[in-house]
C-alpha cells in the first residue's frame, strides 16, 4: 500500500493563474482532508471531502474549491492565485466508521510557490 | 472557538534528558487530542491518540480536562527523537477536522 500520494510534489505559479493538486487517499479510506501549510505554522484545514460532498470548511476563501471523485480521490483548486498562497498542500485520508473517524493519514504535500 | 497552543518554538536535550513538550487546547466538549510528528524529509505521522492511552517510541501523554493540557513526555531523549512535533485537537465525532497547533522542533543532542 502507497499510502495517501499527491501530485505533483513541487509546482510554481504566477499570480492570477489558477492550480490544481491531487489526492489518492490510502486503500479502504473514503474521507479526504486538505490542509494548508505554511511556513513555520502548524497545517491549517481547508475543507473535508466524503460521499463525494463537501463536508465541512476551514476559514478559506471561495478561491479555494475541491472535489472527490467516486474512486475517493480529490483534487483541491485554487483559482487567482496569491503570494500568500504559497505554502505546503497536505493532503489527509482516513475511513469513517459511523460515528468516529480511524486515525488521519497524510501524504508527503505539494510545495506550491506563487511568483 | 477551538485552539491549539504550544509556547515553545524550539526545545533542545541532551541525549538520556528527560523530555516535556507542552500543549494546551481550548474546547468547550469533549476533545480528541494527539500528537503527531513529523521526521526530516518524512511525512507528518501520527505518535499519540489520548483515547488509545498507549506508549509509543517511549512517548507518553495525559489529557489534563481541568488545566486542558496534553503534554508529551518522554524519561529518556534519544537523539532519533529529534523532529517538528505537533498537538492537534478534533472534535470528538465522525468527519470533524484536525485544528494543530504551531509545533515545536525537539532537538536532542548527545
Known amino acids: 500500500d502507497a499510502g495517501v500520494t499527491q501530485s505533483p510534489t513541487h509546482l510554481i505559479k504566477t499570480r492570477g493563474q489558477q492550480v490544481t493538486l491531487r489526492c489518492s487517499p490510502k486503500?479502504?479510506?473514503?474521507?479526504v482532508s486538505w490542509y494548508q501549510q505554511a511556513l513555520g505554522q502548524g497545517p491549517q484545514f481547508i475543507f473535508q471531502?466524503?460521499?463525494?460532498?463537501?463536508?465541512q470548511r476551514g476559514n478559506f476563501p471561495d478561491r479555494f474549491s475541491g472535489h472527490q471523485f467516486p474512486n475517493y480521490s480529490s483534487e483541491l483548486n485554487v483559482n487567482a492565485l496569491l503570494l500568500g498562497d504559497s505554502a505546503l498542500y497536505l493532503c489527509?485520508?482516513?475511513?469513517?466508521?459511523?460515528?468516529?473517524?480511524?486515525?488521519?493519514?497524510f501524504g508527503q504535500g505539494t510545495r506550491l510557490t506563487v511568483v | 472557538a477551538q485552539r491549539v497552543t504550544q509556547p515553545e518554538k524550539l526545545l533542545s536535550v541532551f541525549k538520556g534528558a528527560p523530555v516535556e513538550l507542552k500543549c494546551n487546547y481550548s474546547?468547550?466538549?469533549?476533545?480528541?487530542l494527539f500528537w503527531y510528528v513529523q521526521y526530516s524529509r518524512q511525512r507528518l505521522q501520527l505518535l499519540l491518540r489520548?483515547?488509545s492511552r498507549e506508549s509509543i517510541k517511549g512517548f507518553t501523554a495525559d489529557l489534563n480536562k481541568g488545566e486542558t493540557s496534553f503534554h508529551l513526555k518522554k524519561p529518556f531523549a534519544q537523539e532519533e527523537d529529534s523532529a517538528m512535533y505537533y498537538c492537534?485537537?478534533?472534535?470528538?465525532?465522525?468527519?470533524?477536522?484536525?485544528?494543530f497547533g504551531k509545533g515545536t522542533t525537539l532537538s536532542v543532542s548527545s
Open positions: 492537534a485537537l478534533k472534535r470528538g465525532q465522525a468527519g470533524t477536522a484536525l485544528i
Open positions: 486503500s479502504g479510506h473514503d474521507t
Open positions: 489520548h483515547i
Open positions: 474546547y468547550s466538549g469533549s476533545p480528541e
Open positions: 471531502y466524503y460521499e463525494e460532498e463537501e463536508r
Open positions: 489527509a485520508s482516513s475511513l469513517r466508521t459511523g460515528t468516529w473517524d480511524t486515525e488521519a493519514f
